[in-house]
Structures are given as structure tokens and as C-alpha cells.
Nanobody, 116 residues
Framework: QVQLVESGGGLVQAGGSLRLSCAAS????????MGWYRQAPGNKRELVAG???????NYADSVKGRFTISRDNAKNTVYLQMNSLKPEDTAVYYC??????????WGQGTQVTVSS
């Protein structure tokens, strides 16, 4: 049973920083990519940032220049460094893992709240 365990969410003032971590366990297959999505109340879940096994990254336009995704392939762990946080970044952040067959796995979500 694949498990994605997230940590690092919390409450921060605007302009502050947080670092999210997601560790995947029970991985017995190849991984295509890992990433972070977020969902604010009333909104659809959206991609924040993704990173392939080879290190290629992509970001939502709204976070470019402020967020950085990184990955430790040996530990099956992905990180999201979030700087210059804004109130509109407030959401539940979900870790995602995509297998080489295209199957998606999700973490339980971690709340990020940015106060103005």
C-alpha cells in the first residue's frame, strides 16, 4: 500500500516562508513524477509544481519565482520551498506521485494558511 506522508504546513504571515515535505513509502514500481497540488475552498485542485525523475520542473504561473520544488530520488521524497507567501496561497496542499504507468497517488493534504 503506497503511502505519501506530508509535513510542514501551518500558519504564517504574508511574506513568510514554509517548507513542505512528502515522503513516499512502499514504492515497488518506477516513478514518473512527483509534485504538489493545492485546493482552496470553493476552488478546483490545481497543480502548484511538479518534478520528474530526471529533475525537470514546472510551476504554476502564480508561484513562479517564489516556490521551488526539489526531490531526493533515493528517499522518494519531494519538497516544496515556499517563499514570499501571499494570502492567496492559502489552501490545502496535496502531494502527488505518478507511477510510470500513469497511476496517481495522493497524500492526505496539509493546510497552509497565510495571514495578511
Amino acid at each position: 500500500q503506497v503511502q505519501l506522508v506530508e509535513s510542514g504546513g501551518g500558519l504564517v504571515q504574508a511574506g513568510g516562508s514554509l517548507r513542505l515535505s512528502c515522503a513516499a513509502s512502499e514504492i515497488t514500481f518506477g516513478i514518473n513524477a512527483m509534485g504538489w497540488y493545492r485546493q482552496a475552498p470553493g476552488n478546483k485542485r490545481e497543480l502548484v509544481a511538479g518534478i520528474s525523475t530526471g529533475g525537470d520542473t514546472n510551476y504554476a504561473d502564480s508561484v513562479k519565482g517564489r516556490f521551488t520544488i526539489s526531490r531526493d530520488n533515493a528517499k522518494n521524497t519531494v519538497y516544496l520551498q515556499m517563499n514570499s507567501l501571499k494570502p492567496e496561497d492559502t489552501a490545502v496542499y496535496y502531494c502527488n506521485l505518478q507511477s510510470v504507468w500513469g497511476t496517481n497517488y495522493w497524500g492526505q493534504g496539509t493546510q497552509v494558511t497565510v495571514s495578511s
